[in-house]
């Protein structure tokens, strides 16, 4: 299965008249998070397969409609819920381990809390096929090669949580900055979990 990624940066290949057209197909959308949500709402409309989310740290993913604000149409808010597809099991967690006063901060008994919230579905399963949900879907990095060297982009540890008792096959989040000529975007973890950090887009096949 290969899915399209997304997080942090509204990219001109995908925000453009020949998207999906001008990629290879993909059959599912996981974006993960601070993406302003009219072009979540895009993406949503030329597709035909599911558009997961996250919400970020910056209050971005919602819509401006008659002096209101709402969630993005035509999209999953993948925060705190499973969703299943194809045989897949995916769960999200939007937000950051709280630095600052504002949308989308997290305390740690919150991230644990989240963490653990999907335990009576997904341990079970682990138990029986190897991994409890296949997917984890956050903003936050966890911490490793792909979190940030500062206190506002460091890892969640509740993420290393998650990883021992459900052992996704995949990790994607968004929020740290991919700097430098050769940044780290992914890696494999001493559990096998392979985590991708989607700034931009990217194209990956399930592991």
């Known amino acids: 299965m290969r899915l399209l990624l997304l997080s942090d940066q509204v990219h001109p290949h995908i925000h453009?008249?020949?998207?999906?057209?001008?990629?290879?197909?993909?059959?599912?959308?996981?974006?993960?998070?601070?993406?302003?949500?009219e072009?979540?709402?895009?993406?949503?409309?030329k597709v035909q397969v599911p558009v997961l989310f996250v919400p970020g740290n910056h209050g971005e993913e919602w819509v401006g409609e008659a002096g209101q604000w709402r969630r993005p149409g035509g999209v999953v808010n993948l925060h705190g819920?499973?969703?299943?597809?194809?045989g897949l099991l995916l769960y999200g967690?939007?937000?950051v381990p709280w630095y600052?006063?504002?949308?989308?901060?997290?305390t740690p008994g919150e991230l644990l809390r989240l963490a653990l919230k999907p335990f009576p579905i997904a341990f079970p399963r682990r138990l029986r096929r190897g991994h409890g949900v296949d997917i984890l879907l956050t903003h936050a990095p966890p911490p490793g090669p792909?979190?940030?060297?500062?206190?506002?982009?460091?890892?969640?540890?509740?993420?290393?949580?998650?990883?021992?008792?459900?052992r996704p096959r995949l990790h994607v989040h968004g929020h740290t900055p991919l700097l430098g000529a050769?940044?780290?975007?992914?890696?494999?973890?001493?559990?096998?979990?392979?985590?991708?950090?989607?700034?931009?887009?990217?194209?990956?096949?399930?592991?």
């Open 81 to 86: 819920g499973l969703f299943r597809y194809r």
């Open 39 to 45: 072009y979540l709402e895009y993406v949503a409309t």
């Open 182 to 207: 050769n940044p780290k975007r992914q890696h494999r973890t001493p559990l096998g979990v392979e985590v991708v950090h989607a700034q931009g887009y990217a194209l990956i096949e399930l592991p």
């Open 16 to 37: 453009s008249p020949r998207f999906p057209e001008n990629l290879p197909s993909f059959d599912l959308v996981l974006a993960a998070g601070d993406l302003p949500g």
């Open 100 to 106: 600052r006063e504002g949308e989308g901060q997290l």
């Open 146 to 166: 792909t979190a940030g060297g500062d206190f506002a982009h460091r890892g969640a540890s509740a993420f290393l949580l998650f990883h021992r008792l459900f």
């Open 93 to 95: 967690i939007g937000g």
